[in-house]
Nanobody
Framework: QVQLVESGGGSVQAGGSLRLSCAAS????????MGWFRQAPGKEREGVAA???????WPADSGKGRFTISQDNAKNTLYLQMNNLKPEDTNMYYC?????????????????????WGQGTQVTVSS
């Protein structure tokens, strides 16, 4: 089982930046895909960006040009660099991993494809 712990959330003004981190512990394999999701109260969880087992990144349209997902395999850490933040980016952000099978690229931003989740970190952007 993989344990995921997010950090780096906080409150910023519009136009600011944050970098979220997700520390993974347990049995880690490079074949796992990982992703960042976000969820506002009363809304469904949506994919923000994902990275597949080959290291290819897949940003959602909502974050293209502003959000960058990356990973440091030596540190077992996943990152989400968020620039030019907007008030609509205010959400709880979650790190996720699929530890069971390879996920096709067109499913990487679907929450049902992931079986391990962190507890989330809150991001609040004020105007």
């Amino acid at each position: 089982q993989v344990q995921l712990v997010e950090s780096g959330g906080g409150s910023v003004q519009a136009g600011g930046s944050l970098r979220l981190s997700c520390a993974a512990s347990g049995y880690i394999r490079r074949s796992y895909c990982m992703g960042w999701f976000r969820q506002a109260p009363g809304k469904e969880r949506e994919g923000v960006a994902a990275i597949d087992s080959d290291g290819t990144t897949w940003p959602a349209d909502s974050g293209k040009g502003r959000f960058t997902i990356s990973q440091d395999n030596a540190k077992n850490t996943l990152y989400l660099q968020m620039n030019n933040l907007k008030p609509e980016d205010t959400n709880m952000y979650y790190c996720a991993a699929n530890t069971r099978y390879r996920v096709s690229w067109y499913r990487l931003l679907i929450q049902a494809q992931y079986n391990s989740w962190g507890q989330g970190t809150q991001v609040t952007v004020s105007s």
